[in-house]
């Protein structure tokens, strides 16, 4: 049976970092894309970046460009979600997603494998 679990999570300033991880069993993330989406308390689930896993493209969300990377680990099938400079609005529920094929898609509804998550909260 496939999983995702997430790790990292945890409190921190403003201005910190954090390095979330997803390990996944029972599923190669080779089948195609693996992504990150948060959702914060009363928000729709907002897509954070992905990466397609066989040639390394790489997309993100407009709030986290230029802050957050998205990594692979090949031989581990782990991937990071590599946070910096983070905001009080980062502050959500995280979760590691997989999707089969290529294309890197925004919306979550394309996703078919889900972890439970793991909670990002960010201090003023």
């Known amino acids: 049976q496939a999983q995702l679990v997430e790790s990292g999570g945890g409190l921190v300033q403003a201005g910190g970092s954090l390095r979330l991880s997803c390990a996944a069993s029972?599923?190669?993330?080779?089948?195609?894309?693996m992504g990150w989406f948060r959702q914060a308390p009363g928000k729709e689930r907002e897509f954070v970046a992905g990466?397609?896993?066989?040639?390394?493209?790489?997309a993100y969300g407009a709030s986290v460009k230029g802050r957050f990377m998205i990594l692979k680990d090949d031989a581990k099938n782990v991937g990071y979600l590599q946070m910096n400079i983070l905001k009080p609005e980062d502050t959500a529920l995280y979760y590691c997603?997989?999707?089969?094929?290529?294309?890197?898609?925004?919306?979550?509804?394309?996703?078919?494998?889900w972890g439970q998550g793991t909670q990002v909260t960010v201090s003023s």
């Open positions: 997603t997989v999707r089969r094929g290529g294309v890197i898609a925004t919306r979550a509804t394309l996703y078919s494998y």
């Open positions: 029972g599923l190669s993330f080779s089948v195609g894309v």
């Open positions: 990466i397609n896993w066989g040639d390394g493209n790489t």
